[in-house]
């Protein structure tokens, strides 16, 4: 059984973007040509860019990017598989990142004894 209804959440994410789209178009215009500039460099394909988008929405905790990308990446063919290879780099770079701030905590804490 799914966590959530992923499927009507797309619609409404969708729906959603719809109505900001009519409120600032300016503002969803310019993410639409961010989102078609990446599409066009010829080096990756459409699915390995999905896996990736994917993979940076789990980083970003981002839900509606999360169903939009989980989708097309199905629809061009990623595998499950492919999928939690994909999110198992995203999970370890974002260890990574943790230990990495980590130190700069220890080097804050140390700081302020100097103070």
Request: charged fraction near 20%; include cysteine.
């Amino acid at each position: 059984m799914p966590m959530i209804d992923w499927n009507t959440y797309r619609q409404q994410v969708t729906a959603g973007v719809g109505h900001f789209a009519k409120l600032s178009p300016d503002t969803v215009r310019g993410y639409g040509t961010l989102s078609t500039a990446g599409q066009k460099t010829g080096q990756l394909d459409a699915k390995t860019r999905e896996l990736i988008a994917v993979a940076v929405a789990i980083s970003l905790r981002c839900d509606g990017c999360i169903t939009v990308h989980t989708d097309a990446a199905r629809k061009l063919g990623a595998t499950e598989a492919e999928l939690a290879e994909a999110l198992g780099v995203a999970t370890s770079l974002g260890a990574g990142a943790a230990v990495v701030y980590a130190t700069r905590a220890l080097d804050a804490f140390a700081a302020s004894a100097e103070a």
